[in-house]
């Protein structure tokens, strides 16, 4: 066959050639060509069952040129904005499959099943949440409106999880005839129908607080500045911050405060510690009501004495008992060695029950039989009841002498092996709300503490200017000296430091 029939013409050629080279060439029409070949390429046609058709009746492929950049490549205009999508919309649903799926992986992105549970993976992400929101907000002043906006929304997420944790209640259902039938419905949970509200709006009480830090007579500035800055407060003032480096400095005017400003961060304290209070007590309780772990149990010491230690042994085991003359003669100087001490007793006291309900059990299985026994046994429970009383008051008194103590041992084996998703939602939303109370509290002793150094000091100097003047004042030996510049009085909140966010056993990724 001959090849001339097949082939294009020259002037064929030529007008394909300069169609090439013309100005109105776009890159998508080769791209447009290409796909067409392809797509004919994949279709059935008959020609497809002809296996003897000989290749040189096949046309030649056609000859690309190439392609010189900025004079034959036309880009496209820009999609209207009608046609693009909705970013915001899309990052975050994006977003709510990212942290549903880590949930649901219980925090294993290898997939093999050693993630945690369900209870220890949400209370670790409410946890980084709000380590996220609040962990760089060193000052008072409102929180940002992108922040703000992602605590709510996550949180709702989070939260939504209690929704599906019911319990049927009896309910009385009347007919439209006639009669009335009772009929099981389903409830939230008690423990969430009751705290789930109130934490809710504990966390709404925390975040108006914050938001009326506005506009307002203090500021502050970097720890640099304040070096060279010599009209600052004294320098004994700058002494209690030196364990706080990493926060900035609190300024206030020349002559303080005024007392509308000072009145108003008294009452913003007052609200704070009651909000304080009750996330402390919503903490507790649920605690209190989680089961203590087997693997807790398994790890307590063998005796009492390794419990305590011969000190607090001896003294809890004596007949003449005092928990205040106690806790006054053990060194609670640090936080470290106060915690230690909690350790110990809580050790002691669950080692006692433990005790108890070991020995009970024996005696069930002795019978009567062993009856001279069991009454020697019966001295011995009625012993590690008391004992047990007696070192359970003690660590109650020393939770109330040291309220932000941070969580004991036993505290976070709860959280660790806890299996319930309500009770972990509810512990790790009130823990958050109550670290969050205690920062606002911190940060307002800091403030008041400058303001009394700065009004002392002023005191100071005019009294100093009237001496050198020759005047006398009959109160001029009365020097101004606010409670809250006392240095027992501001230890109380700086060695609490670490009370911010209380440490889980598996340690949040920030914060």
Not at 223 to 239: A, K, M, Y
Not at 289 to 311: D, H, I, R
Not at 376 to 382: P, S, V
């Amino acid at each position: 066959m001959d090849s001339s029939v097949i082939s294009p013409s020259d002037d064929e050629f030529e007008d394909l050639q300069s169609c090439r080279f013309d100005g109105s060439y776009s890159l998508s029409a080769d791209v447009s060509e290409s796909e067409s070949s392809n797509s004919s390429a994949g279709t059935f046609s008959p020609l497809d069952l002809d296996l003897n058709l000989d290749l040189e009746c096949l046309p030649p492929p056609p000859i690309m040129l190439p392609v010189v950049g900025g004079r034959h490549v036309t880009i496209p205009a820009e999609k209207s904005d009608w046609d693009k999508p909705e970013w915001h919309e899309l990052s975050e649903a994006e977003l709510m499959k990212e942290r549903f799926a880590k949930l649901l992986l219980g925090e294993d992105m290898s997939g093999e099943g050693k993630g945690v549970s369900t209870a220890l993976a949400i209370s670790n992400s409410i946890t980084n949440l709000a380590a996220g929101v609040f962990g760089a907000l060193w000052k008072l002043e409102p929180l940002a409106p992108e922040e703000k906006s992602m605590w709510h929304r996550e949180m709702e997420w989070l939260l939504c999880v209690s929704d599906s944790i019911v319990e049927l209640i009896p309910s009385v259902q009347e007919f439209p005839g006639s009669g009335s039938f009772e009929i099981m419905v389903t409830q939230q949970r008690s423990d969430l129908y009751v705290n789930l509200p109130a934490l809710k709006k504990l966390d709404a009480m925390l975040i108006t607080i914050l938001d009326g830090f506005h506009d307002t007579e203090f500021y502050y500035v970097h720890r640099g500045i304040l070096v060279s800055d010599e009209d600052s407060c004294s320098p004994s003032s700058h002494r209690p911050f030196e364990e706080k480096w990493w926060l900035p400095f609190p300024k206030v005017p020349a002559n303080g405060l005024s007392e509308e400003t000072r009145k108003r961060l008294q009452h913003c304290k007052e609200c704070t510690h009651q909000i304080f209070k009750a996330a402390v007590a919503i903490n507790s309780n649920v605690l209190s009501e989680m089961e203590v772990p087997q693997v807790y149990l398994e790890s307590l010491p063998k005796s009492e004495k390794a419990c305590l230690g011969e000190t607090l042994y001896r003294c809890i085991t004596s007949d003449q008992f005092s928990p205040d003359c106690l806790l006054d003669y053990l060194d609670l100087s640090s936080e470290y060695t106060t915690l230690e001490i909690a350790n110990r007793i809580e050790n002691a006291v669950h080692f006692w029950r433990l005790k108890c309900q070991n020995t009970k059990l024996k005696n069930t299985k002795m019978g009567s039989f062993w009856g001279s026994t069991v009454k020697g046994k019966a001295g011995d429970i009625e012993k590690s009841k008391l004992f047990a009383h007696r070192a359970d008051s003690l660590l109650k008194n020393l939770k109330l002498h040291f309220p932000d103590l941070p969580q004991t041992a036993l505290d976070m084996s709860k959280i660790q092996h806890n299996k319930d998703v309500g009770q972990s939602i509810l512990e790790s939303y009130s823990r958050v709300l109550e670290s969050l109370a205690f920062y606002i509290m911190a940060r307002i002793d800091d403030l008041l503490y400058v303001d009394d150094a700065t009004k002392q000091r002023l005191m100071t100097e005019s009294m100093a200017f009237r001496n050198r003047r020759g005047f006398t004042s009959p109160t001029s030996d009365k020097i101004f000296l606010s409670s809250s510049l006392t240095e027992s009085s501001y230890n109380s909140s700086v060695n609490s430091e670490g009370k911010e966010i209380k440490p889980l056993c598996k340690p949040a990724s920030i914060w």
